[in-house]
């Protein structure tokens, strides 16, 4: 069974582009997470979205981050213009919805801004 | 804001040791979860741990909740490189917020050979 897929693996760019990540969550799972990693501040979570809605953006940093989910099996997040400290690894995961279900991680775009 | 301090922030140990993880908080939380994660893979649920004074095996691995529900372990009994990895705790809480994840920043374990 394929599980979560995220594309790019990784993304090269420079500072004041727009950078746009991609996920496909596992399929049959309704919700959808976006996080990011670094050294500094671990794993965070960015935004929630359940049944394509989003229920929590409070993780969105600023302004520049924003994400969509168009349908039950695309979700993306963009960031314009990116920055520098936006470096990261971001990695996108979804789980079937319920309060205790488990969390499946896709393997994250490692992220790098010039 | 509910923080998990991991400690100690990196291991390394010959094949055949054992070793214990930390995972610490202030704060209470409903469920703890402990997650591998490999390098350039994203983290794999190992286990989910909810009532106090927990204990959960998985094979050599030994998982436990702190009676307060503010702190667990991980023990790993004659580790081996496979288990070489990241690993996280993440923190749970009850109401209309349990599907956030508080992650601490990890324990980075190298089993050599």
């Known amino acids: 069974d394929a599980g979560v897929i995220q594309s790019p693996r990784h993304e090269v760019t420079e500072m004041g582009q727009e950078v746009t990540l991609r996920c496909k969550p596992i399929s049959g799972h309704n919700s959808l997470f976006w996080y990011r990693q670094t050294m500094m501040r671990g794993l965070e979570l960015l935004i929630y979205?359940?049944?394509?809605?989003?229920?929590?953006d409070s993780g969105m940093p600023e302004d520049r981050f924003s994400a969509k989910m168009p349908n039950a099996s695309f979700s993306t997040l963009k960031i314009q213009p990116s920055e520098p400290r936006d470096s990261a690894v971001y990695f996108c995961?979804?789980?079937?919805?319920?309060?205790?279900?488990?969390?499946?991680f896709g393997p994250g775009t490692r992220l790098t801004v010039l | 804001t509910q923080l998990l301090e991991q400690s100690p922030q990196f291991l390394s140990i010959q094949e055949g040791e054992n070793l214990t993880v930390y995972c610490n908080s202030s704060?209470?939380?409903?469920?703890l979860q402990w997650y591998r994660q490999e390098p350039g893979e994203g983290p794999v649920l190992l286990v989910t741990v909810v009532t106090g004074g927990e204990v959960k095996k998985l094979k050599r691995l030994t998982f436990q909740f702190g009676d307060a529900r503010k702190d667990s372990s991980l023990h790993i009994t004659a580790a081996q490189p496979g288990d070489t990895g990241l690993y996280l705790c993440a923190g749970t809480n009850s109401g209309g917020s349990n599907y956030k994840l508080t992650f601490g920043k990890g324990t980075l374990l190298t089993v050599n050979p």
């Open positions: 979205f359940n049944n394509n809605v989003p229920i929590d």
């Open positions: 995961a979804s789980s079937l919805g319920g309060h205790t279900d488990t969390q499946y």
């Open positions: 704060s209470v939380f409903s469920s």
